[in-house]
């Protein structure tokens, strides 16, 4: 059974920062794509930044150069350190791992909360 616990969240003032990390219950943890999502209230969830098993990222547009994704195999855990926040960075933060291959299975967190405000 695949579990993926996501912790970090919290409140922050604009212009802070905060680090997420995602712990994953994988036995081939470093064969899975991993990616952090958000959703804010009363939109729709978002992707907001991807790391290959290989190590390539890629983020949104809404927050490169601010936002960081990494992972330790070692440790099953993926992070996501979020620098310069902003108010419309406040929203539900989750996890998700995507299986490899053609039919692999996502799955998800339950999220964590982050918002920014002063």
């Known amino acids: 059974q695949v579990q993926l616990v996501e912790s970090g969240g919290g409140l922050v003032q604009p212009g802070g920062s905060l680090r997420l990390s995602c712990a994953a219950s994988i036995s081939a943890f470093s064969s899975y794509a991993m990616a952090w999502y958000r959703q804010a209230p009363g939109k729709q969830r978002e992707l907001v930044a991807t790391?290959?098993?290989?190590?390539?990222?890629n983020y949104a547009d809404s927050v490169k150069g601010r936002f960081t994704i990494s992972r330790d195999n070692a440790k099953s855990t993926v992070y996501l350190q979020m620098n310069s926040l902003k108010p419309e960075d406040t929203a539900v933060y989750y996890c998700k791992a995507q299986q490899p291959g053609a039919w692999g299975n996502n799955y998800w967190g339950q999220g964590t909360q982050v918002t920014v405000s002063s």
């Open positions: 790391i290959t098993r290989g190590g390539g990222t």
